[in-house]
Structures are given as C-alpha cells and as structure tokens.
C-alpha cells in the first residue's frame, strides 16, 4: 500500500518495566466524574448517566516534558487525572468483567483552555477547542495492573511550583472505573490501546508560562509538565 505523504507515527506512551511501548489509539474522558468539582464548575453531582469527551492520541506529551502555553487562551488550566489504558476490547462489558480489559494505569493531566471551553459550553457547543488541542495530554508511564493492582482508592494530587492545588482521593469518584468501562462500551466498542481519563477533583486552575505542575497518584508516581512561552 502507499500514500499521498507518509503517515504520521503511532502515539505510544512507555510501559514501566517494559522495552515495548503502549500504542494508543483514542482517548476517552469522563467530564465531572468528581462531586466537588462538578460543584466548582457550577453543577449538581448526580448519578445521572455520565457524559464523555475525547482527546486525539497525538495530543499526548511524556513525562517531565515542556508544554507550551497554548495560543487562544487566557485562562490555561490543569485537572490531575488516573488514567486507564485498556488491554483487550469489547463491547457491552459487564461491570463484573470490566477490570479484566484494563492493561495497566497511569498519571495524567487533562490540560484546557478554560475560557474557550466555557464559552463553548454556554452556547450548547462541543468541547473540542478547549479540551483537544495539542499537547493537551501529559500522561505518565503505564505501569501494568498485573504490577500494581486495581486502583478503587488512594491519594490523587496536583502541585504548582510546590503548592498543592488539588487533594482528594480516588475512592471519590462517581463512576468507579469499571462503572465507565461498561457505559463506554455499551455504546462504542473499547479497542486494545484505548486510554480513558476518569475525571478530575476539584481544586482547578490557572497555570503559567513558568509553572512546574506535578501530579502524584499513590501506587503510580508523578507526573511533572513544565508550561513553556507561549506558542
């Protein structure tokens, strides 16, 4: 087979204690999967069906690296996320099941354009230009759950410049993992390389050219993103 131009590579992020990478292939998002920050962003934590987004795979940048403050923004905002890298596929996974399909767990970083998010939002609009646009996804290594076990609790942190900015624990959720395993794949069929970030705690805000921002999830490590000039 051959192409106009040639195709771009294959996102991948590193597996911890492997020489092979994860290819990824999409990446899912649950929006307000936290009660508190579903009350800071002006919403009622229900047990309504939760809402996704999404993130295009080349929109992922590695650990410790430098991302640059995006253009169109004035209101640039971190959201510390556990990320869940799925292993073998399936549609309409039973809750009971849906730890089997997960490969392993990471730290990640859902950066946004706030302002244009917001905007977006009032004017019954997709997320698109406040939630994907490049290098809107640090991610950390993926450390395999045959490591470090199934993730149902434990500490989940953000500092800027040492301060911490967001403190809660993964018990918080209000859709465990398994509970979003099965309601994405009841409607779009879960593919192995498939990564789903499962929302993120209150306590967002604004970052800056200059800012160091570190996310620390117990059983996975950091993730540290340095915010550059902007671009």
């Known amino acids: 087979m051959t192409f106009v131009f040639d195709p771009m590579p294959t996102p991948s992020l590193p597996v911890a204690g492997e020489d092979a990478r994860f290819p990824v292939r999409r990446i899912f998002c649950v929006g307000r999967n ?22 295009p795979a080349d929109a992922i940048v590695e650990d410790k690296a430098t991302v640059p403050y995006p253009p169109e923004t004035a209101n640039f905002h971190y959201e510390a996320e556990l990320v869940v890298a799925i292993g073998t596929g399936g549609d309409n996974i039973a809750q009971g099941d849906a730890l089997a399909h997960v490969y392993g767990y990471a730290v990640g970083n859902d950066l946004t354009r706030r302002d244009l998010q917001l905007e977006a939002r009032e004017k019954g609009r997709p997320w698109d230009w406040g939630k994907a646009f490049d290098r809107s996804a640090p991610i950390a290594a993926i450390r395999k759950a045959s490591d470090v076990g199934h993730l149902s609790k434990g500490s989940i942190k953000l500092s800027v410049n040492g301060e911490v900015k967001q403190d809660a624990d993964l018990s918080e959720l209000i859709w465990d993992v398994p509970e979003v395993i099965s309601i994405i794949s009841a409607s779009i069929e879960l593919k192995p390389g498939d990564l789903i970030m499962t929302g993120t705690p209150a306590g967002v805000g604004a970052l800056a050219p200059g800012d160091i921002c570190i996310v620390t999830i117990e059983g996975l490590g950091d993730l540290t993103t340095t915010i550059g000039p902007k671009a």
């Open 34 to 55: 936290y009660a508190a920050h579903a009350r800071e962003m002006g919403k009622d934590p229900d047990r309504d069906p939760p809402f996704f987004f999404t993130k």
